[in-house]
């Protein structure tokens, strides 16, 4: 269990404040990610219905699978009273759902109680079979879309999570710099992601590497002009440029990080827009400092841009954490020119310029943390583009 | 694109005669293994809002993030007209949902029609907020529970499907002895894990690996009576025994393999254990023949397991083929009591035997085909507790 006892009851009382605020009695957490950050609890087992129910008054109670209930003492800080597993016949039937014996069981403790209940309606893990199956067991809730409650508690990093993130930036830059070694024209795409894959679970200089919430992502060739293509058997090819998309875990706190590795001389234009990338990327670190919105950083961004004559629709980056498949964003703030947070240290982001041109494109990123006096890199690989 | 026009039109054609018999005007489908299977589309992009509308009389509609709609065209098999890409605008916004924009972007086209639509109640990724979006944006569609009607169509495999299957099992194979080769007291999980994921990712003989819909599983020691513990730095012990569960997998499609390795010479409870299972196993593998129903198998093993004096509460197996993260499972046809689906040729499935006691635990399994004679094994490695 990485983090002590009292530092997970800052958390848990944190969340409650935000459920005043929200007017909630109870809130129903289903992301794999706000429950490992609310218990500590970890395993492969958010393919089934699970929750955890958190009161103002009471401790959390986890409730999943009875098999993965089981064990789930081990990595839960939550005493065996408050982990209730649903027996296995309820697993995959039409005719009944595991959140109605859920909602079942928390009524026989005294937990559904008439009043405002939150739930996580943009969570991948909750079904919508799931919701209407609650919905139907808990008549006494009104069911409340609780937005991302949990998620914004997790904004902000304490300092023994600071040291995960960078202990997960060690292992990031350990991987990339493992991609780079490996990377020539010839070689399998599958081949590439073999090398990275191991990197990143071997991790680097007694951290352990924890696995990632999403497989390395190498966008090639013409495809770059497109992010999330994972790999295949595809031949990597002279001449053309490949967009690394990975991260390094420690513990599930994730530090991802872009580069683009050209394979020979890169085209002209490619070159440029690295360069142009590059240049707007420092721009853009330098002005993240406390005190200043997201916002504003974007503007810098899109200034810069306009005047190298590019356009980029897409955000410039997000809040990173805790993660879990399918992704390693924390699903709260964004880089864009309508996020007005204002950042403040602890705060942690995955800054990336990803340029989707047609037919080709480029990567470059870093992940950050926000500190007094300006942005602390987790990561350490050169920002040029890389020529192999 | 590993399959023909053909193939992926039989299988369309397969899923609207189901949609006739469930009086479905159409399909909104949202699993990642279902749009695969019905497209070829393949990217990391299903952590944001995406479906695909099938209709009786018209090509399907893929309409996903703008940022991943550029280049669907790379891995889907549809024209560029029918794939749409809502606006970066609408990406993790408080007021409104890509679900709206998508359920307009199809009216423009005269998509939206008033009819039964089915939608995929339990699939990972339609959370709560796109399913009320959809309803709220498209009055005009009763929306239905199409519970897994398109996974229900993947159950029997084509003989190209066949040939994607036997890939992923020689991965698997190659996969699991690189485990077995590398595994030593001393050392840490994840070290274990590097090793699998590297060969995991490289395939075997011209196969390239493709990533897995669940990362190496390794419960070690006491904590091998639970599944779906994944790995941590925690140093491998002499006279600890492992429970490995990994998929090989070839271009999406997944044959998974659990084994059990002793560190040393196992517990007697173990050995026992192991003994009794593997002898289940093999009676299980026997009596898998096209005409009997899953019921029955499962009654084979349940007379077994009762005479040997053990309990296993947990089915015995499921369907396998086309995985994403987080489950491998195809979410139909299981071997339990309670399952009389008849086996017929092409069928795949994971016959897993995982014994959770207190304390202790072992898991050993076998991916099959079902052929006219009995089963054909996806994969190649003894059977035994191996002891190392």
Redesign the interface.
């Known amino acids: 269990m990485p983090f002590d006892a009292d530092e997970l009851a800052a958390r848990l009382q944190a969340v409650r404040l935000r459920m005043v605020a929200a007017d909630l009695d109870a809130l129903v957490v289903v992301d794999p990610a706000n429950i490992h950050y609310l218990t500590g609890y ?6 089934m219905p699970q929750l955890l129910l958190v009161t103002h008054d009471e401790e959390p109670v986890l409730a999943l699978r ?3 209930a ?3 003492h ?1 990595t839960a800080r939550l005493p065996a009273s408050r982990i209730l597993g649903y ?3 309820w ?2 039937q ?1 005719d009944r759902h595991p959140f109605a014996w859920i909602v079942d069981a928390l009524r026989e403790r005294g937990l559904v109680r008439a009043g405002r209940v939150g ?1 996580e ?12 199956a609650m919905q139907r067991a808990a008549p006494e809730w009104t069911l409340v ?1 609780a ?1 991302q409650l949990v998620n914004w508690v997790r904004l902000v990093k304490s300092p023994a999570e600071l040291e995960r993130m960078r202990a997960a930036g060690r292992v990031c830059t350990a991987a990339m710099l493992a991609g780079f070694d490996a990377i020539r024209p010839g070689m ?4 590439l ?3 990275v ?7 680097v200089d007694g ?5 990632p919430a ?2 390395p ?1 190498l ?1 090639t060739g013409e ?1 770059a ?9 595809r031949v990597l090819e002279a001449g053309e440029a490949v967009s690394f998309e990975i991260a390094g875990v420690s ?1 599930r706190y994730h530090a991802p990080l872009a580069r683009t590795v050209s394979l020979g001389r890169p085209m002209r234009e490619l070159q440029a827009l690295a360069d142009v990338t590059a240049a707007g990327l420092d721009l853009v670190l330098d002005g993240m400092r406390p005190g200043r919105t997201l916002a504003e950083v974007h503007a810098l961004w899109q200034e810069h841009l306009r005047a190298a004559g590019y356009e980029k ?3 410039l980056g997000y809040s990173i954490g805790i993660g879990y ?3 390693w964003g924390e ?1 709260t703030v ?1 880089i864009r020119g309508d996020d007005d947070t204002v950042l403040a240290p602890g705060m942690t982001l995955h800054v990336i310029a ?1 340029m ?1 041109m ?1 037919g080709f494109g480029c990567e470059l990123s870093e992940s950050v943390a926000i500190a007094e006096g300006g942005v602390e890199l987790l990561t350490h690989v050169p920002r040029e583009l890389v020529v192999r």
């Open positions: 970890d395993a492969w087992s958010f393919y009875s098999m993965d089981h064990g789930a081990r027996p296995e016949t697993v995959h039409p739930y309606a943009e969570a991948h893990f909750l079904t919508v079979r799931s919701f209407l879309d937005e399998g795409q599958h081949e992601a073999a090398v894959a191991h990197a990143q679970a071997m991790g951290v352990a590497g924890d696995y999403i497989v992502m966008p495809a002009d497109t992010p999330h293509m994972t790999y295949s058997g513990e629709a897409s955000r498949p399918p992704d699903h964004s990803g989707w047609t």
